[in-house]
Structure formats: structure tokens, C-alpha cells
């Protein structure tokens, strides 16, 4: 903590012309692969120190470069996040605003006042699809910005989602023209990866927990998943809803299409003809479709196994209630444009059902219960 403090103060100090401490760090948490934490800024608001907020959150990242360019470059570039207010390369840590303790989107959704998550969940669309929307201009600074960090591996991420779940499926006669019919409908899907005139910036992270309102409207965090890509993938955590993250229950009837409907309004804003193009809705489900394969692989194992809790305790379902949410909204959603991917889903969810009892039906939000 100490070290990293201090590396804090010398990168604010570059950018400053007077001298300051931070001081009175406190641990925010993190993750395995980061530390975060909430520094008093020693004279901000007495004039002896400008444009300084009287705390500074102080983020360091332990081991990923990737990460440090992302949340840099998400930062400088997209509206609505924390303010950039220094950062030190070498040792991959950044100093930003601290937009203080306010309610995240999580927070509404799982406590007791349904009007306010819903209303609430509906202007974080509106608020994502602006954000991002605005990007579009930046796109090419993005680009070059974001060169230094590895890319996404859509593909490979693919191929194990569909292998994980194909080879747990009982085989069938028709096995391999069913793996051959949704890898058609995947490759269908790959003009995503080259967006064009739909690109856009976005956090791709863009969880309940990465949200939070406060008296201007809501502000985006951990913006370590920064990426370029095909404005679908923004709108697909509207209909999913939240394509990656932790706090997944079912959502009342009505709400996903609002949250999309709210989402492409706000895009609209920006890019007008890109949610006006025709096949815009195939696009948001073909994306939709993308994250539910490569989430399959990516939470296979802790799903198998069994484990308890992909978030905090008490607001979070198992990663058995989790997949099978997801996969029911896969057999129910993309019937249409993706039927062999759609099949498969309904079957998987009813294979996790018979293999691991009634404990793993998903349940609602909170707020909607």
C-alpha cells in the first residue's frame, strides 16, 4: 500500500506545478489483479492545490499491461466515466476522481423498491447507449491506442464454449450435422468482428456493480475491458441483459425489451443509421448468441463443480443458476435466427436440470420478486 501511495503522489506531482501528499489510503478491494484504494488528497479545496477533489482513487494493476492500456485509454475516451488525473506506465497504475459512495444499478436490483430499479435500469441504457455512442469519432485513436494490449480470441473463446457444451450434451445420431449447423450459425455471425461503420468504444464490462447514480446521472467504472467493437455487443448486456457478468437472475416480462428499446435511443443520439440498418436486431441477437457460447466456456468448470456464488454472498445465483438462466434465454430468444444454437441451449438447460435437480431453477431480481 505504502509503495503504491507513493507512486500516486509522483505521478500527481508531474502534473501538477505544487507539491502534495495523499495520505489515509483506504483498501477498496480490487481484485487478484489489481489493488484499489481511496487516498486523501492534503490541501485539495484550500487553494493550495487546483483542480484537485479533496479524494483521488489510486488504481494499480499487479500483472496485466493489457489492462492499464484499456483503462487509460476508456478513461481519456469515453464520457460519462471517472476523470483521468495521472498515470504512471511503468509501474501500471492510474489516479482518477473519485466519484464517491453512490447506489450501483446492483443495488437497485437487488433491494426493495421496484420502481426505482426498473426506472433505474432503463436510464442506465439510456446512459450506456449515449456513452458509447459518442465514441464513434474516437474510434481510430482507440485503435491505435489499444494496439498494445491483446486482443479478444472471439473464435478460440467459441470453440471451447461449444465444445464444453456439446460434449456434455447425450450423443445423438445427428451429432455432427447438429455441431456443424451452429458452427454455420456462429460463422454467420463473424461480421460483428469487423464492424465497420458500427464501431463504437465501449467498457464491454458494463455490469450492475460497474454503474453507479449520482445526482448528474450515471458514471462507469473498471473500464479495464475498454475495447473497439460492433455497437451489438454494447446493446446485447440490454437484452441478455448483462452479457458477463455476476448479477444475473431472471428479469420481470417487459423489461429486457424496454432496456433495449432505451439502449437504442440513446445509440440513436450518435449513430443513427446504424441502429436504423435492417439487420440491426439480428445483429444485437447474433451478438447475444456470442456471449452465451463463450461465457459457457469461460464458467464451465465452477459451473460443473458445483460452486456456489459468482458474486458477493446473498446477491449473486450459483453458476448452476446462472448457466441455466442463460441458456433458457438462449433456447427462447434466438429460435429465430440461430435455430441449431437455440436447440441446443433448450437441451442443455433441461440436461442440467435432470443431472442436478430442482436447486438449480433460476430466480428473479430482487426488487421484482
Known amino acids: 500500500m505504502n509503495e503504491t501511495v507513493a507512486l500516486a503522489e509522483a505521478a500527481l506531482a508531474r502534473s501538477s506545478p505544487r507539491g502534495l501528499r495523499l495520505s489515509d489510503p483506504v483498501d477498496l478491494g480490487g481484485s487478484a489483479r489489481s489493488q484499489v484504494f481511496r487516498c486523501r488528497v492534503d490541501g485539495a479545496g484550500s487553494g493550495t492545490i487546483d483542480d484537485l477533489p479533496p479524494t483521488v482513487i489510486v488504481k494499480r494493476f499487479l500483472s ?18 471517472p476523470d483521468l488525473l495521472a498515470q504512471d506506465a511503468a509501474h501500471r497504475l492510474i489516479v482518477m476522481s473519485d466519484l464517491g459512495d453512490l447506489p450501483t444499478l446492483a443495488d437497485l436490483l437487488l433491494g426493495d423498491d421496484r ?8 436510464t442506465w441504457a439510456r446512459a450506456l447507449g449515449r456513452t458509447t455512442g459518442a465514441t464513434r469519432g474516437l474510434v481510430d485513436e482507440a485503435r491505435t491506442r ?14 471451447t464454449g461449444l465444445d464444453r457444451l456439446l460434449d456434455a450434451l447425450p450423443a445423438t445420431d445427428d451429432g455432427p450435422a447438429r455441431r456443424a449447423a451452429i458452427e454455420a450459425e456462429l460463422a454467420a455471425a463473424r461480421h460483428l468482428s469487423t464492424p465497420g461503420d458500427a464501431a463504437v468504444v465501449s467498457p464491454t464490462d458494463t455490469c450492475p456493480d460497474n454503474a453507479v447514480l449520482g445526482p448528474d446521472g450515471w458514471r462507469f467504472l473498471d473500464l479495464e475491458g475498454t475495447d ?49 440498418a435492417p439487420g440491426w436486431d439480428t445483429a444485437v441477437r447474433q451478438a447475444c448468441a456470442i456471449y452465451l457460447v463463450a461465457v459457457t466456456g469461460w ?14 454472498a446473498g446477491m449473486s445465483p450459483s453458476y448452476r443458476q446462472l448457466m441455466v438462466s442463460r441458456w433458457r434465454w438462449g433456447a427462447l430468444n434466438l429460435r429465430a435466427d440461430l435455430p441449431a444454437l437455440a436447440a441446443v441451449f433448450g437441451d442443455a438447460a433441461a440436461w442440467a436440470l435432470d443431472s442436478w435437480g430442482p436447486e ?3 430466480t428473479g431480481y430482487r426488487a421484482f420478486r
Open 115 to 122: 420502481d426505482a430499479a426498473w426506472d433505474g435500469a432503463l
Open 228 to 276: 473497439v467493437q460492433h455497437a451489438a455487443f454494447v446493446a446485447a448486456y440490454a437484452l441478455l441483459p448483462f452479457a458477463t457478468c455476476w448479477c444475473v437472475f431472471d428479469p420481470p416480462p417487459g423489461l429486457t425489451d424496454q432496456l433495449l428499446a432505451e439502449l437504442t435511443a440513446g445509440l440513436a443520439e450518435h449513430v443513427p443509421d446504424v441502429v436504423a
Open 146 to 159: 489499444l494496439a498494445a494490449a491483446e486482443p479478444w480470441d472471439a473464435d478460440a473463446d467459441l470453440r
Open 360 to 362: 438449480v431453477e433460476p
Open 64 to 81: 496485466d499491461d493489457g489492462a492499464f492500456v484499456r483503462e487509460t485509454a476508456g478513461l481519456d475516451l469515453c464520457a460519462g466515466t
Open 299 to 312: 464458467l464451465w468448470k465452477s459451473t460443473v463443480a458445483g460452486r456456489e456464488l459468482v458474486g458477493p
